[in-house]
């Protein structure tokens, strides 16, 4: 690893229950992924859902299994409860609660300070299987490289402080770039006008149709050099966790 990955921008004073849904049903249709686009036929929606924090944090998260969500691991260290967002079938937002939690071993929440390898990863366990509608996410440990083109998705700000934008599934498509050289633990993705921003962490970044890093941070502002975790690296962990929940992720 070239350099260190703190967390993605996180939104401030939304905690768990009445604030959190206030926020959600009034999300605004132009959302999410600065430069992104809207819509079913964005890569991973029948897979995503969002990761609420009891600290006011607002995060993306993967379906892995029906009742396991993986998410980026600041979404979860040092938060005393997550909750896992979606709206049924009425469009009703549902928050979720969670049985276990599972922060990466490897996970430093100080790593951008003291310049060291974070793996910025978490799973969490819903209390109940998901909805059916949710289609747990293909996982793939391709390692994409310098030059490539990968979707960013997720449920963040379309830009930087609009807390109304958060809430609706979006993607971009970006180009990955190797800035401190090749790395079998991160992906980096730069596009002109198009990057992560607040509520994207923990979103998926796809190779087609398959999850191949999930978003950790973005550097600057929102829309700028964004930065994810390679799954490949971490599949035994993944799949070590997933068993002992008595789940397992498709690869």
Same mark, same amino acid.
């Given at each position: 690893m070239r350099a260190p990955n703190p967390s993605l921008p996180r939104s @401030?004073? *939304? =905690?768990?229950?009445? &604030? #959190? *849904? /206030? *926020?959600? *049903? #009034? @999300? /605004?249709?132009? /959302?999410a992924i600065v430069g992104g686009r809207e819509g079913a036929e964005v890569p991973g929606a029948a897979s995503a859902v969002m990761v609420l924090t009891s600290g006011g944090g607002v995060c993306s998260g993967?379906?892995?299994?029906?009742? &396991?969500?993986? /998410? @980026? =691991?600041?979404?979860?260290?040092?938060?005393?409860?997550?909750?896992?967002?979606?709206r049924d079938e009425t469009g009703r937002p549902v928050l979720a609660e969670t049985a276990a939690r599972s922060l990466h071993p490897a996970y430093d929440g100080d790593a951008i300070r003291g310049r060291t390898r974070s793996i910025d990863l978490a799973l969490l366990r819903t209390r109940e299987p998901l909805p059916a509608r949710f289609v747990p996410a293909a996982l793939s440990a391709a390692m994409p490289r310098a030059g490539q083109s990968l979707t960013l998705a997720g449920y963040g700000a379309a830009r930087g402080g609009d807390r109304r934008s958060i809430g609706r599934y979006r993607g971009a498509t970006l180009n990955v770039v190797e800035p401190y050289g090749p790395s079998r633990i991160l992906v980096w993705l730069k596009a002109p006008g198009a990057g992560g921003c607040q509520g994207d962490s923990g979103g998926p970044i796809l190779e087609g149709a398959a999850v191949v890093a999930v978003a950790a941070w973005v550097k600057d502002a929102c829309g700028g050099l964004t930065q994810g975790i390679l799954l490949g690296p971490q599949r035994d962990w993944i799949d070590r966790t997933l068993s002992g929940w008595g789940a397992s992720a498709r690869w």
């Open positions: @401030a004073g *939304l =905690g768990l229950g009445a &604030a #959190a *849904l /206030t *926020l959600l *049903l #009034a @999300a /605004t249709p132009a /959302t993967i379906v892995v299994a029906p009742d &396991a969500v993986l /998410t @980026a =691991g600041h979404c979860v260290a040092g938060v005393g409860e997550n909750r896992v967002h979606y």
